[in-house]
């Protein structure tokens, strides 16, 4: 089994919301690091890009700069993104599980964002449950391959991932004892 899982084929905001209640239902059997992408809530903006929550802390780190009403531009701000990093990377170093990354999108293919806590997961062993941007495919493979399977958005075939995951890490635990 992976222990890398992008899960692929819904909407970003249903798999942002996917994700919060998978942090949710899952912090009380393990300890999750990582980030879920919510929204801005502003108003006639054509970006999309909002915050990044901290699911240890609940931290809300900007990941945009709003240029107004009527903007046509979307412009990416990754000193929150770099802050976040930050305090994941703190967060795989105290201790945890499973690290979920709400995404890998533009900062990340320019090896930018969320990039380094990706390697920090994959260096320490860690499950990682993401997703990718479609524009940014092309780069994840570059990033990521072949380490990684896809799993759809679906609740019940991620939670066989994480099942599958974390009795393989039992198992092989158990043997090593």
């Known amino acids: 089994m992976k222990r890398i899982a992008v899960v692929k084929g819904a909407p970003s905001a249903v798999i942002q919301n996917l994700f919060r209640e998978l942090a949710e239902r899952w912090q009380s059997d393990i300890r999750i690091a990582g980030v879920v992408e919510e929204p801005h809530?502003?108003?006639?903006?054509?970006?999309?890009?909002?915050?990044?929550?901290?699911?240890?802390?609940?931290?809300?780190?900007?990941?945009?700069?709003?240029?107004?009403?009527?903007?046509?531009?979307?412009?990416?701000?990754?000193t929150g993104a770099i802050s976040a990093t930050e305090a994941i990377e703190q967060d795989i170093a105290t201790g945890c599980d499973l690290v979920m990354l709400s995404k890998f999108g533009k900062l990340e293919a320019s090896r930018e964002g969320l990039s380094g806590v990706f390697v920090a997961a994959i260096d320490a062993g860690l499950p990682v449950l993401t997703s990718v941007s479609p524009a940014f495919e092309q780069a994840w493979e570059a990033f990521a391959a072949p380490l990684f399977h896809v799993l759809p958005a679906d609740p019940n075939e991620i939670e066989r991932w994480r099942q599958a995951i974390f009795d393989g890490t039992a198992m092989s635990r158990s043997l090593q004892s």
């Open 41 to 78: 809530g502003l108003a006639d903006r054509r970006c999309n890009a909002g915050y990044l929550r901290s699911i240890t802390s609940g931290t809300l780190y900007p990941i945009f700069q709003d240029l107004g009403p009527g903007a046509e531009a979307c412009h990416l701000e990754g």
